[in-house]
Each structure stands twice: as structure tokens, then as C-alpha cells.
């Protein structure tokens, strides 16, 4: 009688990979052959062992732990936001912001403030001749070159 | 598993704390006996669950969907234990693969049969030894696990079968190490 294949029948039937012809097909089989169940029965100490084999000790999860609330406790980074999110946190905060400004416009003057009486009669032309007038003369690149 | 993952992290991200701190409840022995298996040095994976969990706390706001988080979180750490494999391996010079890791345990430990099945798992190559943590331990599919190691899931349930016969052969019932 030939044996059960590990990757195609054993292993899958241990781990619950089979679909319901290939279990009964394996089950079959193991009700015939004692050297298949054995293994099939070490196969399934080892899976139960497994998880347990491979938990962390109870104490240096405590310690893990422990150093962890620390560093937490100390400042942890703040989360970062993705671009989407971010997005969203800089559209909010405009909103805020225009929303605040519409509620207090009846009550704060927000029109710039009049000029000094001595300004007001300035025009821009006058404001450049003042401005010229007090500016070194340069030469022009004529001039300079001798040209 | 991930509808309450979904509600921590949206928690978290909403300024609540708490909602942190329940998912590091609910995998701080997942992900450190992973990181444990994965280094096979106690010290080291401690230091990495510092690094895994702040690295968490700072990025799961970009994790796009919420409900894979368990094999995110996984794929932090195994990301986190590869890179402390890397600096090993330029500092010391070391077969991270081979005997060598016999520092890892301690003697007590080996004296025991779960300490035996540990040691014998510590013993396996590194991919070998991540999808048994992942599959056997934590339950990952291998589709899941192809996600968290970037392999194939044929390639994952190749590894996790190769693993388990030469478990197997370790602990075969003819020695008497597993009933």
C-alpha cells in the first residue's frame, strides 16, 4: 500500500487546506494505514505544541511593555496624517477661519485705516519727485564705459 | 479581529488613547514572541517592540485599509527584524542562519520540551522560521502571509510545509520527543 504524499495530502489535511473530496479521500485512507495515522499524529502534537512553544515569556512581555509606556509617556511623535487627511485638516481650518471672520464682521471695523491728513494731499506723482530728489544720480552705463 | 481593529485605530486617530492601547493589548504577544522567534534573541526583540509599536503609532493614520491591519502590524515587525538581522550580520559577521544562535536561549529553557520545539524552530532558515510564526502561531493565512513577507502564497505554503517536516522529523514519535 502506498503512503500518503506530506505535501499534498498530510500536510494540507492537518492544516485544514483540503477541500471535502480530498479530506475523505485522506480519512479514508488513514482508517487503512497505521503508518500514515503516526504520522499524521505527529504531524498534529507538533501543531499543538507550536503556539505555545512560540509564545513570548509572560515577563518580558511585562518588560517590553514597561519601556514602551515610558517612551509613550515621555512625548510620543504625533500620528502623521496622511496627504488625504491632511488635506481635509487645512480645508477645515480654512473654513474655520473664514466662517469666524463672516460672524464677527458686524463687529469689527476690518476697512484699512484713513491716511494721515499730511499724506491724504500727496499724490503719487509728488511722492516720486520727493523720492528722486533724494536718490544719488547714477551714470549711466554710457558714462561709465566712456562710450 | 478587524472590525475592533478598525475602531481602535479610528478611536486613535479621533485623539483617544485608549484606543491605542487596546491594540497594543491586543498584539504585544503576537508581535513580540514573532520578534523573538524572528531574532531568536530576547534583548533584541524587546528593543524592536519599542521601535514596531512607536513606528504605529506614528503611521497607522496612513494604513489605506483598516481591516488588514494584523498583517501590517506583522509586516512592521518582520520589516523591523529583517533590518536587525542586516546590522548582525555586518557587525559580527555572524551564520544568523546556523548554530551559531546558541546564545539566544536560556538553559532552562532547553531543558524543557516546549523550550525543544522553540530551539528546534530557532534552528530553521529565516523564511522558514517567519511563516511558521506567522502561520502557526498567529493563524495567518498564506495569502495573508505572502502580504506580510512579500512572497507568493505558494511560495509561503511551500516554506510552511518544508518547516514542518523537518520539525517533524525532530520530534518524530519513534524518539519520544512529542506524543
Known amino acids: 500500500m502506498s503512503h500518503l504524499d506530506p505535501d499534498h495530502d498530510l500536510l494540507p489535511f492537518a492544516f485544514g487546506e483540503l477541500d471535502d473530496a480530498g479530506r475523505e479521500r485522506v480519512a479514508r485512507h488513514l482508517r487503512e494505514c497505521a503508518d500514515c495515522e503516526r504520522e499524521l499524529a ?17 515577563e518580558s512581555v511585562v518588560a517590553a511593555r514597561r519601556r514602551l509606556d515610558r517612551r509613550l509617556a515621555q ?18 481650518a480654512l473654513a474655520a477661519a473664514v466662517l469666524l471672520l463672516m460672524l464677527l464682521r458686524p463687529y469689527v471695523d476690518l476697512s484699512p485705516p484713513a491716511l494721515p491728513a499730511s499724506l491724504q494731499e500727496l499724490d503719487r506723482h509728488a511722492i516720486s519727485r520727493f523720492i528722486q530728489d533724494r536718490l544719488p544720480r547714477l551714470p549711466l552705463v554710457k558714462e561709465r564705459t566712456g562710450a | 479581529m478587524s472590525e475592533s481593529d478598525e475602531e481602535d485605530i479610528a ?3 479621533r485623539g483617544e488613547e485608549r484606543g ?3 491594540l497594543l493589548e ?4 503576537p508581535v513580540l514572541g514573532l520578534l523573538q522567534r524572528m531574532t531568536r534573541d530576547r534583548q533584541a526583540a524587546e528593543d524592536l ?3 514596531v509599536f512607536l513606528k504605529v503609532f506614528r503611521q497607522v493614520a496612513g494604513l489605506r485599509d483598516r481591516t488588514r491591519f494584523r498583517v501590517w502590524l506583522f509586516r512592521v515587525a518582520v520589516h523591523q527584524a529583517r533590518r536587525f538581522y542586516q546590522r548582525r550580520k555586518e557587525l559580527a559577521d555572524v551564520d544568523v ?7 539566544t536561549q536560556d538553559a532552562v529553557e532547553q531543558s524543557d520540551l516546549l523550550g525543544r520545539v522553540r530551539s528546534a524552530v530557532d534552528r530553521l532558515p529565516e523564511r522558514q522560521r517567519e511563516v511558521v510564526v506567522l502561520r502557526a502561531y498567529h493563524g495567518l493565512s498564506y495569502e495573508e502571509i505572502a502580504d506580510a513577507l512579500d512572497v507568493t502564497a505558494e511560495n509561503a505554503r511551500a516554506n510552511f510545509y518544508q518547516a514542518m517536516k523537518k520539525l517533524k522529523r525532530d520530534f518524530s514519535p519513534e524518539t519520544g520527543e512529542l506524543p
Open chain 2, 11 to 13: 478611536a486613535f486617530l
Open chain 2, 20 to 22: 491605542f492601547r487596546r
Open chain 2, 97 to 103: 542562519e546556523g548554530e551559531a544562535i546558541a546564545h
Open chain 1, 42 to 58: 505527529a504531524l498534529r502534537a507538533l501543531a499543538g505544541a507550536l503556539p505555545r512553544a512560540l509564545e513570548p515569556p509572560a
Open chain 1, 75 to 92: 512625548g510620543a511623535p504625533a500620528p502623521v496624517l496622511r496627504l488625504g487627511e491632511r488635506l481635509w485638516v487645512a480645508s477645515a
Open chain 2, 49 to 51: 517592540f519599542q521601535e
Open chain 2, 26 to 29: 491586543r498584539y504585544q504577544e
